[in-house]
């Protein structure tokens, strides 16, 4: 199995400003995953993050407003940038390992 | 394209009855199946999955078929526990990209009362 750690649980940030959270593995996994949580909705993936490539974003998410970084096989981050009141979610990281996938415990982001 | 939809919650019942969730897709092809679930403070996590027809999951009392000819992957437990209590989801896998590219459902929150 894979336990993944993100960083931080929880945030309550200004208009206008920017949040970089933290996504880390204990396994070595190829492909990496983040998803948002708006409220009352269900889960949205966002992009996918392979290691030494840009990170491949779904229809509606670019890379101006979700820049992710994934310098190693274990780590990746994603910055939710220039963030507005609809920005607020849950932001989950989760990887492939093997047949299965996991998810970190989310970062709840509010935006005021 | 691909979508799941489930049933709306929250779904409160007394210990000991009879649980049901569902859960229809749309998709091209063969997708798996997958149930998740989130437990108040803590992460999402596979529940049961279904890979192929007819295939059933199960996992901790909770079973789910394959249903292709209805297109359908309904969950149920034959008896719940209030530590069932739990957000469900219900998702299949996107055709490229191996598991890790998952549509969820909307979420159902199970409320199990003593």
């Known amino acids: 199995s894979a336990v993944i750690s993100q960083k931080p649980s929880r945030d309550i940030c200004q208009r206008g400003t920017s949040l970089t959270i933290q996504c880390q593995v204990d396994s070595q996994v190829t492909m990496m995953f983040w998803y948002r949580q708006q409220p009352g909705q269900s889960l949205t993936l966002i992009a996918t993050a392979n290691q030494g490539s840009e990170a491949t974003y779904e229809s509606g998410f670019v890379i101006d407003k979700f820049p992710i970084s994934r310098p190693n096989l274990t780590f990746s981050t994603l910055t939710v940038s220039n963030m507005s009141p609809e920005d607020s979610s849950i932001y989950l990281c989760?990887?492939?390992?093997?047949?299965?996938?996991?998810f970190g415990q989310g970062t709840r982001l509010t935006v005021v | 394209g691909n979508s799941v939809t489930q049933m709306e919650g929250p779904v409160t019942l007394s210990e000991e009855a009879f649980l049901t969730i569902n859960c229809t897709y749309t998709a091209t092809g063969y997708p798996s199946l997958f149930w998740y679930v989130q437990y108040p403070g803590e992460g999402l996590q596979l529940l049961l999955k279904a890979t192929k027809a007819d295939d059933k999951g199960s996992n901790k009392g909770f079973e789910a078929t394959y249903r292709k000819e209805t297109t359908s992957f309904h969950l149920e437990k034959g008896s719940v526990q209030v530590s069932d209590s739990a957000v469900y989801f219900c998702?299949?896998?996107?055709?490229?990209?191996?598991?890790?590219?998952?549509?969820f459902g909307q979420g159902t929150t199970l409320q199990v009362k003593p």
């Open positions: 998702a299949l896998t996107r055709l490229t990209g191996g598991t890790g590219k998952l549509i």
């Open positions: 989760s990887v492939e390992l093997g047949p299965r996938t996991f």
